[in-house]
């Protein structure tokens, strides 16, 4: 079942230290569609985090509401309605490997489930079912978390929150810090999970090539503002490489614009990934 | 965690921002043990009137003194009712077996109440006004005359600046790893108290595994960058001791005199 996850005239502060807040997001009306992948990009301190975190709760609006189906959050929510919310929206952080904790990978895996109630029965059945799923096997169940590698660490993290059955995820930076490979096996099996489970995902990067490759929608954020909302495509498509928002464009769309310049022609189509180029190239008969 | 005081130090350019760190140290210690001092009323008030000033001269709101208390009040609270209820003496207002209110009783709650708020706002005063560097340049000139005994001075206020520097880093860290875990779940400060501590294990854990990591990078960092244990060190930091240092020193000799007079 998809979610329905809606900003309405939303503000919120960041608490710098005991004293100095931040009002890092102003105003923000958003309605994120469902059942697709959604990334937000924008720089350090545009309001990216604090947009997710927003999403179950774990900061407040200080004005304004969040709507997350039919569950409200806002300035004054109470905890059920929270815990009800975090039920159902799976968040991974930035560096989630940090939130491992118990014995085995086993338990780790099951803290999550068992808090929304499981027993251990379904919560072992639940831990079984997602190690696969994020491409390990249960051999690892009985090893300590800690001795685990790097990118192992992120996907028994990922799997723990996976376990919960959320009906949406929202992830911070889910590849941050991995080695390219593992990198992309997490973003693979990611992707593939929203389609399986025909879920809303919602992911925060800095890279444009995993918007291009993962993403169907975007959002830029800048100075706690949303200044793009639409499809990847008609958002980039229509940028040059030296937009005045320094918005990165993919290295295949970067590539075009050189050989439309070197070669003298447009291409019909204009691309993002190295496939829609090759498939444009192939096209044209240049190949 | 964000709005814990504890390491925080708040850049403005008062008087009390601008004394010598060591002097400021020292009559910190001074103040704190005169607090003990307080024991009648007159003695009190004095000190109240002293602090009060020195808050002010510190340029630094009132509002965020009292945030520094607030963890604290349950604490303070309990030891004023243990005061109250427990300490006999002059007319007693209400008798029951062990328990016994009294004047007497009432007044040491309330020396009591204000010792630890005086206490704590004192040592606010010297960490919201004093970079950490330089109390832990204070700690090593006082440390100093150890060096005799041949006590690794350096090598502590080393260590001390290091501890000091992750406070905040660890607070951060702390509201992270909440922050996953309640997204995991977990609520916190709900249930009995076993199971309000069975709440706290998913975050030390993360917490302490981290920080032992931190430490393990921290250390071959400074060993790449050359440090050795026991090497002699320099400072680029001088610390001078101005006029208005003295001055100061002067003022507290005198607080510390009246009190003796005022006491009882």
């Known amino acids: ?287 | 965690m964000k709005n814990l005081l504890l390491g925080r130090y708040i850049a403005l350019s008062s008087i009390i921002h601008r004394l010598d760190p060591r002097l400021k140290l020292v009559v910190t210690l001074l103040f704190i043990a005169s607090v003990l001092l307080i024991n009648n009323w007159e003695t009190l008030i004095f000190l109240i009137v002293i602090t009060f000033i020195l808050m002010k001269l510190s340029q630094i709101g009132f509002k965020i003194y009292l945030k520094g208390i607030k963890p604290l009040i349950y604490l303070i609270l309990f030891t004023v009712v243990l005061q109250v209820l427990f300490k006999a003496g002059g007319e007693i207002y209400v008798e029951w077996g062990i328990i016994k209110i009294s004047s007497y009783g009432i007044e040491h709650g309330i020396f009591v109440f204000f010792r630890f708020v005086l206490i704590i706002i004192l040592s606010t005063i010297l960490t919201l006004t004093t970079k950490p560097i330089q109390i832990t340049d204070a700690i090593y000139f006082l440390l100093k005359p150890l060096k005799l005994f041949k006590a690794p001075i350096e090598d502590i206020t080393l260590m001390l600046s290091i501890a000091l520097r992750f406070i905040p880093t660890l607070l951060d860290e702390t509201e992270r790893v909440m922050q996953a875990q309640m997204a995991r779940g977990v609520t916190f400060g709900e249930g009995n108290l076993l199971k309000q501590m069975q709440s706290l294990t998913p975050i030390f854990l993360p917490l302490f595994a981290n920080s032992l990591n931190r430490a393990e990078e921290m250390a071959n960092g400074l060993e790449v960058r050359g440090y050795q244990v026991g090497k002699k060190r320099t400072s680029y930091r001088s610390l001078i001791f101005a006029k208005k240092d003295g001055v100061a020193f002067f003022l507290m000799i005198i607080v510390i005199v009246i009190l003796f007079f005022l006491r009882a």
């Open chain 1, 1 to 287: 079942m998809a979610m329905q996850i809606e900003f309405k005239s939303v503000s919120a502060d960041y608490q710098l230290g005991p004293i100095k807040s931040k009002n890092v997001l102003k105003d923000v009306n958003l309605k994120i569609k469902t059942n697709r992948v959604t990334v937000i990009i924008g720089k350090t301190g545009s309001g990216k985090s604090t947009l997710l975190k927003l999403m179950n709760g774990l900061i407040l609006p200080t004005s304004g509401e969040v709507k997350i189906d039919e569950h409200v959050i806002h300035s004054k929510v109470n905890k059920q309605t929270l815990k009800n919310i975090r039920a159902d929206l799976g968040m991974v952080f930035q560096f989630p490997e940090a939130q491992l904790f118990a014995e085995t990978v086993l338990d780790d895996i099951m803290f999550g489930p068992l808090n929304f109630g499981d027993t251990q029965e379904s919560a072992k059945e639940k831990a079984k079912e997602v190690i696969t799923q994020v491409g390990l096997s249960e051999s690892i169940f009985t090893k300590s978390p800690l001795e685990l590698s790097g990118g192992q660490k992120r996907r028994v993290a990922i799997a723990g929150v996976l376990a919960t059955h959320p009906k949406s995820l929202i992830l911070d930076e889910p590849g941050a810090g991995l080695d390219p490979s593992s990198k992309k096996k997490i973003l693979d099996f990611l992707k593939s999970w929203q389609i399986r489970k025909n879920a809303t995902m919602v992911m925060v990067t800095h890279d444009i090539e995993e918007v291009v490759n993962y993403a169907d929608d975007l959002i830029v954020m800048k100075n706690g503002e949303i200044i793009f909302h639409d499809s990847v495509y008609s958002i980039l498509s229509n940028l040059s490489p030296d937009n005045q928002w320094g918005i990165a464009l993919p290295e295949a769309r970067l590539l075009q614009l050189e050989l439309e310049k070197k070669l003298g022609f447009k291409f019909d189509k204009i691309c993002l990934t190295a496939n829609q180029l090759a498939e444009q190239i192939e096209r044209k008969g240049l190949a």
